[in-house]
């Protein structure tokens, strides 16, 4: 079956600190890859995606490239910001799973917090 | 500002009531979904729409009941929840799969329900 694995944190920074938060998948098909970010009392918003191999998705400064050879996704970004403190969910979903067309496999999620 | 609305934000109940959770989308999704997400998890899929018809039931229990009146439109009407059915439930829509991709879910900001 399909898996997700993210590195779990948490992740604490200082402002304009690098950051990685690495995410592996386990997919039976040709998955399409997400992140999303939840801010503290709201809903799931996409940040980025990549739907093939070597795609590189990007977004408010974040990038991941879809790496088929290494199956990751790993989300980057060059100096961070206190707004981006948040939780962060890697993701797939796999058209070749026959009626699973729909379902998203997420990752346990990586809550990032980014001091001042 | 998301473009899932759901109403109530919040909402308490007894475990012998009957309350409807709403979901909205005018973004023309033909897919529409319920998510049930506790706290420091991800989100777990309940029930996708596809066409307003339901394709897939995560086996969830019968004291939740999903209705999609037309294509915008996603309820989830809640009768004799049990305390562990406290969690923030949330809708999100989507395209429907196209070519050898599969589209990314929008999600509403969630009802944040707690049964007493």
């Known amino acids: 079956g399909n898996s997700v694995t993210q590195m779990e944190g948490p992740v604490t920074l200082s402002e304009e600190a690098f950051l990685t938060i690495n995410c592996t998948y386990t997919a039976t098909g040709y998955p399409s890859l997400f992140w999303y970010v939840q801010y503290p009392g709201e809903g799931l918003q996409l940040l980025l995606k990549?739907?093939?191999?070597?795609d590189k998705g990007s977004n408010k400064g974040f990038e991941a490239t879809y790496r088929k050879e290494t199956t990751s996704f790993h989300l980057e970004k060059g100096s961070v910001q206190v707004s981006d403190s948040a939780v962060y969910f890697c993701a797939l979903s796999d058209l070749s799973s026959g009626g699973s067309n729909y379902k998203l496999t997420f990752g346990k999620g990586t809550l990032l917090t980014v001091n001042p | 500002d998301t473009e899932v609305t759901q109403t109530p934000k919040h909402l308490v109940m007894g475990m012998t009531n009957k309350k409807s959770l709403k979901c909205e989308q005018h973004m023309g999704h033909r897919a529409m979904y319920w998510y049930k997400q506790k706290a420091k998890k991800p989100p777990e899929l309940m029930f996708v729409y596809s066409y307003e018809k339901l394709s897939i039931n995560e086996s969830v229990p019968s004291r939740f009941s999903p209705e999609c009146p037309n294509s915008s439109l996603l309820n989830l009407h809640l009768h004799a929840l049990q305390p562990e059915d406290s969690a923030l439930y949330l809708c999100?829509?989507?395209?429907?799969?196209?070519?050898?991709?599969?589209?990314?879910?929008?999600f509403g900001d969630g009802t944040r329900l707690s049964i007493l």
């Open positions: 999100a829509s989507s395209r429907l799969p196209t070519g050898n991709s599969n589209q990314p879910q929008h």
């Open positions: 990549a739907t093939k191999a070597d």
